[in-house]
């Protein structure tokens, strides 16, 4: 396990007691400490101001009561949550996710590693993220509705397009955005299209919103490949999940010359050696809200797997999309193995630490989350923007805004990484490059 430095064990460790059994939260903060070493020991006064200890205590948590009607009439019971982690560069902003493994400890690792992600992408947009332990897996659309209707009946007090403005993640995609707008709408009589992000193109969204977390993970790992002048060319690519990350991730590695040969979802995942055909999936995916199986019984020549890890199939590029810790330390040894140069982190936190230190060992590249996956809150932020000054963009205007922004945080990483003693690795160059945008930024408002 990466040291860390001895200043922080004891911040590391004051997290530890202060947020018992949260160990998602833990592992997300060890691992940007790990980064932070050379940082403290060139600027003292971020030790003076305590400002890492107080960059790990959330500013605000709401954690509320969600009742609800099924359609048999059974009252339901969920919990909600909101962690507004850190308001220093801009109005919180971080997604929604609706899954039954959602507690406390998921969203506040979450909404820490929004903080550096946001501050990575030099927006002014601070780091939040909420959701609650319901599952919409086969609920009607009007189960969903009445959820998401209690859901904002208590979160819109604590909203705001200057204050803190949601937008989607797993289980929370255009309908759910669209229930809890409505919501906001009817109890506050605002139409404030900037209170929420992720909205349908015809009532306030952005063109590229829906692609951009995918999009941009490709647009990062385009970058990473020209660094060693090469491409997508050619190249097997295993993309896991099937969501929304996942999907618009294959369609641009298919645009860019890339084949992806197997994805996943939470049953098992699909191998199709001639790549995956994305109308089926989405078809299957977005239409049907159908599974895997279902792809691999209609697509001849693929295969479906239902135990067992999609890391076995050789690739040369790995884009874990689904969700945090999906890929171990056997999984690492067997993309190692299998002669796999690039992973890069379309969801959060992906990869468990032995994982990483596997692939570091081996001289995989590695693009951590908050750096590769950092296309769709900036999107966001482009919508934020359309809604402020009331225009919207075209879908080309807005996918080159985004290409720019993926190559200006790869160039960030690589340049961070560099001047801190770690040249060509973007775990530390993420790390650094985010914290010190948000710590200068906490030393100039003083102690808040
Ligand atoms: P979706 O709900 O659209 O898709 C999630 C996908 O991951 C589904 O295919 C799901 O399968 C699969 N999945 C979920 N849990 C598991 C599990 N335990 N094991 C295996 N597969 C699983 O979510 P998104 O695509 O929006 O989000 C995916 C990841 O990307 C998350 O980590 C999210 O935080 C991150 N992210 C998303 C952003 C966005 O803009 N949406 C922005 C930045 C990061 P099943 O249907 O079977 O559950």
Known sequence: MPVLDETLISVFEEVVRRNPGEAEFHQAVREVLESLGPVVAKHPEYADEAIIRRLCEPERQIIFRVPWTDDAGQVQLNRGFRVEFNSALGPYKGGLRFHPSVYLGIVKFLGFEQIFKNALTGMPIGGAKGGSDFDPKGRSNGEVMRFCQSFMTELYRHLGEYTDVPAGDIGVGGREIGYLFGQYKRITNRYESGVLTGKGLSWGGSQVRTEATGYGTVFFVDEMLRATAESFDGKR????????????????????????????????????????????????????????????????????????????????????????????????????????????????????????????????????????????????????????????????????????????????????????????????????????????????????
């Open 237 to 448: 690519v295993v993309v896991s999940g099937s969501g929304n990350v996942a999907i618009y991730a294959i369609e641009k590695v298919h645009q860019r010359g890339g084949r992806v040969v197997a994805c996943s979802d939470s049953d098992g995942y699909a191998v199709d050696p001639e790549g995956i055909d994305l109308d089926l999936l989405k078809e299957i995916k977005n239409g049907r809200r159908g599974r895997m199986s279902d792809y691999v019984a209609q697509r001849p020549g693929s295969r479906y797997v239902a135990d067992g890890s999609i890391w076995e199939v050789p690739c040369d590029i790995a884009l874990p999309c689904a969700t945090q810790n999906e890929l171990n330390g056997a999984d690492a040894r067997s993309l190692v193995r299998s002669g796999c140069r690039i992973v890069a982190e379309g969801a959060n936190m992906p990869t468990t630490p032995e994982a990483i230190r596997v692939l570091r060992d081996a001289e995989v590249s590695f693009a951590p989350g908050k750096a590769a996956n950092a296309g769709g809150v900036a999107t966001s932020a482009l919508e934020m923007q359309q809604n402020a000054s009331r225009d919207s963009w075209t879908f080309e205007h807005t996918e080159a805004r985004l290409a720019d922004i993926m190559r200006s945080i790869h160039e960030r990483c690589l340049t961070t990484a560099d001047a801190y003693g770690s040249p060509g690795d973007y775990v530390v160059g993420a790390n650094v490059a985010g914290f010190i945008r948000v710590a200068d930024a906490m030393l100039a408002l003083g102690h808040v």
